[in-house]
C-alpha cells in the first residue's frame, strides 16, 4: 500500500483596481491516463459568482472553462487533490516486436493516428548536430530512449526560468541549460526527427524524503516536495505512451501526475485567458502532506507507536482475564517448494504431481526430529464443499512418555518409491494376516467394482466414444472411466476380512464371520476412495440389537 500524499495549490492574482476577465481556460485536473490513483480532487475559484464547463480537448485533457460576468479585483485558483503513491514500476510494459528495435516503421493506420504528433519543426544547426550523434545502427528501442532521456540530463543544466515561454531546442543546446519545459520539447522533437510519435505533458510532480540515505549516489529530496513540472511521452507500439523526464534522467513514475499532454507545449499551458491592462501583484502556493502513511520496512512502527500498541494490547488482556475467556490456539503450518515457485500446486491448487512427495520427506523429517518412535498413518483429510473428493492427509502419532509406538519407518512405503502391487499381491498379504490372527482365509471376501453402476456410466457415453479414452470435459470423470474400464469388472478391486476382538476366549483373540449379499458379490459403492470407505455395510445380513458383539472395555 501506497503513501497518501495531498497537494495543496494556490495561484492568486490581485488586481490595483477592477478589471475585466476574458475566458479562463484551466488545465489542473488529472488527466485520465494518469497511472496515480487521484482518490479525491477539488477545484475552487474566485470569485464565487462565475460560469463553469468542464470539457475535455482533442486530446482527451480535461480543461475547466470559466467564464466571468462582472469586473473583478481577485482572480485565484485553489486547487486540493488526494493521490495514492503506490509504487509504479516504468519498465511494466510490453513492445510489439516489430518495434523492438529502431529503426522501425509504423504501420500506416497508426501514422494516420498519430499524425499530430510524429511533426517536428524544422531543425537547426545545432539539432542537426546533436541527431548526428546518435546511433545509426540497429539498437533495442527502450535502451536507446533510456540512454538518452539520461544522456539530456547530463548535458543539460536545469535552470528555474520564471520568464514565459519555451525555448527552441536550439536555445537549449546552445546553451546546454533549461527549466524542465524546455528540456521536455526538446526530447520531444528529438524523437519526432527519429521517426517516433512523441508529445508534451505538464502535470504534478510530487517527490518524498526517503526513508534512507542511499549508499550509493545522491538521496534525493531531503524535504517532502510538489511543484508544476514537464516532461515528455514517446509512443511505443505495444505499450501505449511511455512518460521520460529528462530533468532527472528517469522514466516518469507514481509521483508524476499529468495534468494535459498535447503535440505542443501551446496547448498544456495550466493557465490560458486574457485580462485588461492592470498592476497586478501574483501569489503562488504549493505543498504536499502525508495524509496516511503505513508502517513500512524501511519506516516502522515509532517507539510511541508502540507504547501505544502495548497499552492497547494490555488493556485487551485484563478485559479478556476478567471475562474469563480461555484461549486455544491450533496450528496448520503451510510449506512451499524451495526449488518451484511457479507451479499451481505451490500457488493456488489444493494438490499436484510432486505435494505428495514433498509432504512424504516433511513429516519423516518431523519424525526423526520430534517423535523418533511415532507412527506414520497416511489417510484421508478434510473434504471441502465443492471438491468431488476428499483431500489426503499424512499423520503422526505418537506417545509423550517416548515408547515407541512403531519401531521401523521404512515399513511405510515412501512416495518416492512407488513399486506396482496387483491384486494377487492383496491377496497374499490379508491370507497371511488372517493365518497370523488365528483365522481360517474362507472369512476372506473378494470385492468388485459396481458393474451396473459402471454400466450405466457406458450406456451414458456418446456413441462414438470408447470408455477406455471418454473425452468428458471433467479430467476427474475421464481418469475414473478410464481407470476402472482399463482394469475390468470382473476383476478383483481387493480383499476384505471383517475382524474383532473376542473378549470371552480366554486369553483373548479374534473372530470373524462370512459376509453374504443378496447379490451374491460384494460390490463397492462408486468413487476413488480406499475400499474400507466404500464397503456396502448397509447390504449386510440384518441383525437383530439384542444380538450385537457387544465389546465391553476392560477394567483399567
Known amino acids: 500500500m501506497g503513501i497518501k500524499a495531498a497537494i495543496h495549490h494556490l495561484t492568486r492574482y490581485r488586481y490595483e483596481r477592477p478589471v475585466s476577465l476574458g475566458p479562463q481556460i484551466i488545465r489542473l485536473r488529472p488527466a485520465p491516463h494518469s497511472r496515480t490513483p487521484i482518490l479525491s480532487y477539488s477545484l475552487k475559484v474566485t470569485p464565487e459568482k462565475h460560469f463553469i464547463n468542464w470539457q475535455q480537448d482533442a486530446h482527451s485533457n480535461w480543461l475547466a472553462r470559466y467564464v466571468f460576468p462582472e469586473k473583478v479585483t481577485e482572480f485565484a485558483i485553489e486547487v486540493d487533490l488526494l493521490a495514492d503513491l503506490s509504487v509504479v514500476n516504468p519498465f511494466d510494459f510490453f513492445v510489439e516486436e516489430y518495434a523492438d528495435h529502431l529503426p522501425f516503421t509504423l504501420p500506416d493506420d497508426l501514422k494516420v493516428d498519430l499524425a499530430a504528433y510524429l511533426e517536428p519543426e524544422p531543425a537547426g544547426p545545432a539539432l542537426k548536430a546533436f541527431l548526428k550523434t546518435l546511433p545509426t545502427h540497429k539498437v533495442k528501442t527502450v535502451d536507446f530512449l533510456v540512454d538518452l532521456n539520461a544522456r539530456l540530463q547530463r548535458e543539460t543544466r536545469y535552470l528555474i526560468r520564471l520568464e514565459p515561454g519555451v525555448q527552441t531546442p536550439e536555445e537549449t543546446l546552445s546553451l546546454q541549460s533549461g527549466s524542465c519545459r524546455d528540456t521536455s520539447w526538446l526530447l520531444v522533437q528529438i524523437l519526432r526527427h527519429l521517426g517516433l510519435a512523441a508529445r508534451f505533458v505538464s502535470g504534478y510532480l510530487i517527490q518524498l524524503k526517503h526513508d534512507l540515505k542511499a549508499l550509493d549516489g545522491p538521496s534525493g529530496t531531503e524535504v517532502d516536495f510538489t511543484d508544476l513540472h514537464a516532461w515528455a511521452e514517446v509512443y511505443l507500439p505495444g505499450a501505449g505512451w511511455i512518460g521520460f523526464d529528462p530533468t532527472s534522467g528517469l522514466l516518469t513514475g507514481e509521483g508524476h501526475i499529468p495534468l494535459a499532454a498535447t503535440p505542443h507545449y501551446r496547448s498544456a499551458a495550466p493557465i490560458v485567458g486574457g485580462v485588461e491592462p492592470a498592476e497586478v501583484q501574483f501569489d503562488f502556493e504549493m505543498t504536499v502532506t502525508r495524509i496516511d502513511e503505513r508502517p513500512r520496512i524501511t519506516l516502522p512502527f515509532s517507539d510511541e507507536a508502540w507504547e501505544r500498541l502495548n497499552e492497547v494490547g494490555e488493556m485487551v488482556d485484563r478485559d479478556l482475564e476478567a471475562q474469563d475467556v480461555r484461549l486455544t490456539m491450533g496450528g496448520e503450518p503451510t510449506f512451499v517448494s524451495i526449488d518451484d515457485y511457479q507451479s499451481e500446486e505451490w500457488n493456488t491448487a489444493a494438490v499436484g504431481p510432486t505435494k505428495r512427495d514433498r509432504a512424504d520427506v516433511l513429516i519423516r523429517r518431523l519424525r526423526e526430529k520430534f517423535a523418533p518412535g511415532g507412527m506414520l498413518h497416511y489417510g484421508q483429510g478434510k473434504w471441502y464443499p465443492g471438491e468431488s473428493l476428499p483431500r489426503w492427509t499424512f499423520?503422526?502419532?505418537?506417545?509423550?512418555?517416548?515408547?515407541?509406538?512403531?519401531?521401523?519407518?521404512?515399513?511405510?512405503?515412501?512416495?518416492?518409491?512407488?513399486?506396482?502391487?496387483?491384486?494377487?499381491?492383496?491377496?497374499?498379504?490379508?491370507?497371511?494376516?488372517?493365518?497370523?490372527?488365528?483365522?481360517?482365509?474362507?472369512?476372506?471376501?473378494?470385492?468388485?467394482?459396481?458393474?451396473?453402476?459402471?454400466?450405466?456410466?457406458?450406456?451414458?457415453?456418446?456413441?462414438?466414444?470408447?470408455?477406455?479414452?471418454?473425452?468428458?470435459?471433467?479430467?476427474?470423470?475421464?481418469?475414473?472411466?478410464?481407470?476402472?474400464?482399463?482394469?475390468?469388472?470382473?476383476?478383483?478391486?481387493?480383499?476384505?476380512?471383517?475382524?474383532?476382538?473376542?473378549?470371552?476366549?480366554?486369553?483373548?483373540?479374534?473372530?470373524?464371520?462370512?459376509?453374504?449379499?443378496?447379490?451374491?458379490?460384494?460390490?463397492?459403492a462408486p468413487g476413488d476412495s480406499p475400499m474400507g470407505y466404500r464397503l456396502p455395510l448397509g447390504s449386510l445380513p440384518y441383525v437383530s440389537a439384542g444380538s450385537y458383539p457387544y465389546i465391553y472395555p476392560a477394567d483399567p
Open 395 to 524: 499423520s503422526l502419532f505418537w506417545r509423550r512418555d517416548g515408547k515407541p509406538v512403531w519401531r521401523n519407518p521404512d515399513l511405510i512405503a515412501r512416495e518416492t518409491r512407488r513399486t506396482h502391487t496387483t491384486t494377487e499381491d492383496a491377496r497374499r498379504l490379508i491370507e497371511d494376516f488372517a493365518d497370523r490372527l488365528g483365522l481360517s482365509s474362507d472369512y476372506v471376501t473378494t470385492a468388485y467394482e459396481d458393474p451396473a453402476h459402471w454400466l450405466m456410466k457406458e450406456a451414458e457415453l456418446p456413441e462414438n466414444v470408447d470408455p477406455s479414452n471418454s473425452r468428458l470435459e471433467n479430467a476427474e470423470d475421464r481418469a475414473r472411466i478410464a481407470r476402472v474400464f482399463e482394469r475390468g469388472l470382473t476383476k478383483p478391486t481387493g480383499y476384505v476380512l471383517p475382524v474383532q476382538r473376542w473378549n470371552a476366549r480366554a486369553g483373548g483373540g479374534w473372530i470373524s464371520e462370512r459376509w453374504g449379499f443378496r447379490r451374491g458379490k460384494l460390490f463397492l
